[in-house]
DNA sequence: TATTGTTATACTCTATAACTATA
DNA sequence: TATAGTTATAGAGTATAACAATA
């Protein structure tokens, strides 16, 4: 039987906000995020790396959720900069692994303080409420975005 | 006295993973709403003069938070299909008034029924404490996006 | 044939800088 | 001078289509 969801008039209006807070909260990230070398993506391909060890493009793409072209050139961006190199995969010769240079781990490590700096600083003006809520949220984010 | 916050470890992390979902809703959300002619930015321009009624450039690029030139290449985008029409501003020489057009109105209608449409069938998904959860992360978002 | 990765191409979104017109 | 809007330009991010190499 099909599951059957009926929600309030306001619902949907609600939800419209949520998409609207989404596209600003994430420009305002983007933003927030320049002033060195690194771009947003590039940021956070560097931390997939750095969190879960070499990866391949497949895998990178998939937990971004963006298309493997698209990570192709996000990795060409970070390849440029010597931050990222390639590694043969040991058995199958079609995938190519990814992992940080030293360089990489250097940036890394820079660009996370950076983050922590801007993110204490805008999370202060929240009160512990709200940051209970947001953080709430991202498991349900999560799970709509990938629905 | 400056305020201080205190953070458990954990929460700079949780906060990555925010910005992490923030983005792979965002994006899939773009991807759903391409499909006919509209995008993601006009669309939000057409609920925005809809709901409000007409508004001028540096209006709605406040209630985006983009800058007015980014609006402005919106707005012409939007009369370019014949979406929105300028009208003087009654007082104000300077200022121009962006308001919908017929066919503004009726796209901005066929525009929410298939939003609803994906909507829908998205949140269908979530259960109702998830939905709650995500509504009750509108107004946070709002706030760390302006502050 | 199917999968992994890449290259080529194009479009949206956004920003900054410089300009025009009006207040 | 200050404000509202636009034009010009550039860069990031993403997508689709077409291709090469490997399984």
Known sequence: MAKIVTLPPSAHASVEELLQ?????????????????LTWSQT?????????????????ARAEAVKPQSMSA???????????????????GRQILFGLTKS???????????KRTWLSGAIAQLDASDL?????????MKRLANS
């Open 44 to 60: 956070a391909v560097l931390g997939q790396l750095g969190k879960h060890g070499p990866k391949t493009t497949a895998d990178l």
């Open 21 to 37: 807070a989404t596209g600003q909260l994430l420009r305002r990230l983007r933003a927030e995020s320049s002033g060195d070398n």
């Open 104 to 114: 990489g781990v250097a940036a890394r490590e820079a660009r996370a303080r950076l």
């Open 74 to 92: 996000t990795l060409a961006a970070l390849e440029d900069q010597g931050l990222v190199e390639r590694q043969p995969h040991p058995t199958d």
């Open 132 to 140: 209970r809520t947001l953080l709430a949220a991202v498991e349900p």
